[in-house]
């Protein structure tokens, strides 16, 4: 047997039709006690907009009849909650929607009237839905049905709606983390800026970067325009690469020099920085975020922490004060010997925190110990170590009193990579206070008692050498021992006693007492503490001291007063003073020793010199007819007097007083030509052995020379008898730089000498076997031509000294070199002016240049020349730079005065050729002594006059 088929609906009934939940409710409900009444009556267009409603998946809600009756589709009902579905459907749209009436009913009320259809986006419209008022968001419209048969022609409101909700919430939280977000960019410490564009124009700056800058105009300026100080400094051409190449740059340290506009200030900060590139929508670099933090304070304060650190320990170690320090980051324990013997220890021994800090606890005082120094390494309390705790010996066994303080260090994340602070060896304090603590504790009644056994008190503090005194709360005298009524006598000239009032002595020294009540005050409320103050009247005797203050308590742990131990610590502090005023006077005799063996070395290798010139002029002079002798000795003078040239050039170079030649150098041709002399300067029992690869560097071949030879005598001193000496040259990881790598199979360095290895006149090396330079100007050599230099070495098998320098493209193949032109062979006849103070040295240069075809004049200093100047004819000016009186820049200023289209050629044994051009511009050529022919002859052509 089958299932019937549903009986089908009446013609007036179709538009019901449908399996819809709410299709099925319209066809059921008891609409004859409505207003609307049975379905089949209802209008036309009611009929119609039904049916709409319930075959559209859209939201969709219907208002009919004056009453505003109540008809929704199922899409609708999702949004009324179980406390509306069904039960609203066919009631007055007042009674269903009693919450949100007050918002919507004018407008329905006013489309039901004849008025236009209304539009809402995203309005906020309260509902009643799943048990409490939810605050809802809509999009809706509400739009008139038309019914010939109604009142204004509209029979009903039509209701097309959609809940927005959660849109609305995600928009208004996007909107919220927005502001929030910029809140942040205004609070961040740290600065921020926001560039657009090739030009880095600012798009926005947070306060912390407007700081830095001052208050200056940046919104909308390029960073060139807000901040042309920065252009010079290359920080524009870093935004250039960055910009161009899409890769960020980040920078630490970076020394930035700001200029104030409103006081003409100039500001030096060091700065941590990320120049950060920002992409588009459509791939391509349209910014850079600059994101940074100024860390000037920071370094200022890392190293005067370093000075102090080191003046501590210099004092430390010359009193009775024990400095550790516990680097957490390479797990290392510093003990000087003071307070290695504070645990017992007394072999040089390497020592380590668990081994022999913990293990050398007393057990009962370990867990104590352990607290203090966890708290004082907590990034959250930061708290001080300040502990008491005994020792036993490691190596003898002894049971050893001491008082340590500390503080840790934190970095930037708030991590503790150090412990540093003192100890001190409290051992015969401890047993003087456990007397007086044994004292201490048998005051159990009144004052009458405890004067009762002031016998014993006098035996304990009577034979000690400290000073005590016992005060009442009301800063009476309770006791006190003979040696501090002694010494108070002594530096205030006033012998106090038991009963006198302590403030009441110093009323004639106000600012002592004001330090006496602060201290006795601070005991007196209970606290135990150390103290290190001077006191005394100045016309008699000042001294410093050591002050112990504890609380008194009775034995029912009332407060009856305060005491101290007290010890005369002036010798200590003048030792200390002393020390400090010694050590500085060792190092000033250390580097004047060093600048002896400098100039000794100096006159040595020029005796040299000047013996060989004197040797080959005396020959020359004795057998002026031997032509081809002479010719030989001439030559071979010129090649030690450009020895002489190189040896002052290297000592200039040194001394940062003569530019370096920076030029192309072939490596592997200068290791060949130094090849033999570098073996001769190892010696026979140290191999030598070159790795050099066809490659080209920028450096001044001389003092690159200069630097290989101190590397390898550095070496051989190092090798004691026999080694090995390599130079391997190779490209470096860094792009477009080579390395040269000095390396040796000695003894090596430990981390402390390559701290200081590159300091001027330090030296490991005995008494006058080193000067300290040698390092010194490999340093030098490789700064001034934009190189570095870097140590590598274990401490036991050897040392790397690694120098990196800027590769070069090999020059185009050079022709082999002309002899120089005669002197004046292409400008013979010229008025030439020559002004030196050198008698010598003018009279050569005047006979060199007479013999070339040109007219001279000579002058031996300036005033001379300038009469000479402003009487005849002059084409070209040769001055010496250092002369007595009037200098060749002022010389040739008032020259140019007179002469504006005066050629100038300035002649100098030391001074920089950048200071000259500083100092007269650009139109002069620099002639460096000692010269040849040649230098002259290319001087000559190259001076032109000024523009």
Not at 397 to 423: H, M, N, P, S, Y
């Amino acid at each position: 047997m089958t299932a019937s088929a549903p009986s089908p609906l009446p013609h007036t009934l179709r538009f019901l039709a449908g399996d819809s939940e709410m299709a099925r409710r319209m066809r059921t409900h008891d609409w004859a006690s409505t207003p609307l009444g049975a379905p089949a009556t209802w209008p036309a267009s009611l009929r119609t907009m039904v049916a709409m409603l319930l075959t559209t998946r859209h939201p969709a809600f219907i208002f009919w009849g004056p009453a505003l009756l109540c008809l929704y589709n199922d899409a609708y009902s999702v949004s009324l909650g179980p406390e509306k579905h069904p039960r609203i459907l066919g009631l007055p749209g007042k009674q269903a929607f009693p919450e949100i009436w007050p918002i919507v009913g004018a407008d329905i009320e006013g489309v039901l009237a004849g008025g236009p259809a209304t539009w809402h986006e995203n309005q906020l419209v309260p509902i009643e839905r799943n048990g409490r008022l939810e605050d809802v968001y809509w999009t809706y419209s509400y739009a008139g049905i038309d019914d010939s048969h109604a009142p204004n022609g509209v029979g009903g409101v039509l209701v097309l709606c959609t809940e927005t909700t959660d849109q609305v919430l995600e928009r208004q939280k996007t909107q919220s983390d927005l502001a929030r977000l910029a809140q942040l960019f205004d609070q961040a410490p740290i600065f921020i800026a926001v560039l657009t564009g090739p030009e880095h124009r600012f798009a926005f700056v947070n306060p912390s970067y407007q700081r830095l800058v001052g208050q200056r105009e940046l919104r909308g300026r390029t960073v060139a325009q807000a901040l042309p100080e920065v252009v010079g400094q290359g920080y524009v051409q870093l935004l250039d690469g960055v910009y161009a190449s899409g890769r960020a740059y980040a920078a630490l340290a970076a020394d930035v020099e700001l200029h104030d506009d409103t006081t003409a200030e100039v500001h030096h900060r060091r700065l941590d920085f990320v120049y950060q590139p920002t992409v588009g929508a459509s791939g391509e670099v349209d910014g850079i975020l600059v994101v940074g933090v100024d860390v000037t304070e920071r370094m200022d304060a890392e190293k005067a922490l370093e000075v102090s650190e080191e003046q501590l320990r210099l004092a430390t170690e010359a009193s009775e004060v024990g400095l550790w320090d516990v680097d957490h980051v390479a797990n290392t324990l510093y003990w000087p010997p003071r307070l290695r013997h504070m645990f017992g220890i007394f072999s040089d021994r390497p020592v380590t925190l668990e081994g022999d800090f913990y293990n050398g606890l007393h057990p009962d005082d370990r867990d104590a110990v352990f607290l203090a120094y966890n708290n004082a390494r907590d990034p959250v309390q930061r708290a001080v170590y300040d502990v008491e705790y005994r020792t036993i010996g490691r190596e003898d066994g002894l049971v050893r009193w001491v008082a340590a303080k500390g503080r840790g260090v934190f970095d930037e994340q708030g991590r503790c990579v150090r412990v540093i602070g003192t100890a001190v060896d409290i051992t015969g304090r401890k047993r003087d206070e456990a007397k007086l603590r044994e004292l201490n504790e048998t005051l159990e009644q009144r004052l009458t008692e405890f004067l009762a056994e002031r016998k014993v008190f006098a035996d304990i503090v009577e034979g000690t050498d400290a000073l005590i005194q016992v005060v009442a709360p009301d800063f009476r005298i309770l006791a006190i021992n003979r040696a501090c009524a002694d010494e108070f006598e002594r530096v205030y000239g006033l012998r106090p006693q038991v009963g006198d009032h302590l403030l009441a002595l110093l009323d004639a020294w106000p600012h002592h007492q004001a330090e006496v009540r602060a201290a006795w005050t601070r005991a007196l409320e209970g606290d135990a503490f150390v103290d290190e103050l001077e006191f005394g009247e100045p016309t008699l005797a000042r001294r410093w001291y050591e002050l112990h203050f504890h609380p008194l308590f009775a034995s029912d742990g009332r407060r009856i007063g305060a005491y101290q131990f007290v010890y005369e610590v002036t010798a200590r502090r003048e030792a200390e003073a002393r020390l400090a005023r010694t050590e500085a006077a060792l190092l000033q005799a250390q580097k004047m020793e060093s600048i002896g063996l400098l100039t000794g070395g100096v006159a040595h290798d020029f005796n040299n010199v000047l013996q060989a010139l004197n040797t080959r002029f005396e020959l020359i002079r004795r057998r002026p007819d031997d032509l081809a002798h002479v010719h030989k000795w001439a030559t071979s003078g010129v090649e030690v007097a450009q020895r002489g040239a190189r040896l002052t050039a290297q000592l200039l170079t040194f001394s940062r007083r003569q530019a370096p030649d920076v030029r192309a150098v072939r490596l592997s041709a200068l290791l060949d030509s130094m090849r033999d002399l570098l073996r001769t300067t190892l010696g026979p029992e140290v191999d030598c052995v070159i790795q050099c690869p066809d490659l080209w560097v920028h450096a001044d071949a001389t003092q690159m020379e200069m630097a290989l030879l101190n590397l390898a005598i550095n070496a051989r001193d190092a090798m004691v008898g026999s080694g090995c000496f390599t130079v391997a040259v190779g490209l470096a990881a860094e792009p477009e730089r080579v390395e040269i790598r000095a390396i040796d199979t000695g003894t090596g360095m430990s981390e402390a000498v390559i701290a200081k290895a590159f300091e001027p006149f330090f030296t490991t090396k005995d008494i006058g076997k080193g000067s300290g330079l040698g390092l010194a100007q490999v340093y030098s050599m490789a700064d001034r031509v934009g190189g570095s230099v870097r140590i590598e070495s274990d401490g036991r098998t050897g040392t790397s000294v690694i120098v990196s320098l800027r590769r070069a493209t090999p020059p185009a193949e050079a022709s082999a070199p002309a002899l120089p032109a005669a002197i004046g062979s292409a400008m013979a006849g010229t008025d030439i002016l020559v002004v030196d103070d050198d008698d010598h040295v003018r009279s050569s240069l005047v006979a060199l240049l007479r013999g070339a075809g040109h007219r001279v004049e000579e002058a031996s200093g300036g005033e001379a020349a300038l009469a000479i100047i402003e009487q005849r004819p002059v084409d070209l000016l040769l001055c010496d730079f250092a002369m007595p009186g009037m200098n060749g820049v002022a010389v040739a200023n008032l020259a140019r005065a007179t002469r504006p289209a005066l050629r100038v050629v300035l002649m100098s044994g030391y001074a920089d050729g950048n200071e000259l051009r500083d100092a007269i511009g650009h139109g002069v050529t620099l002639l460096r002594k000692p010269f040849d022919a040649g230098a002259v002859q290319r001087a000559l052509e190259t001076a032109t006059p000024r523009s």
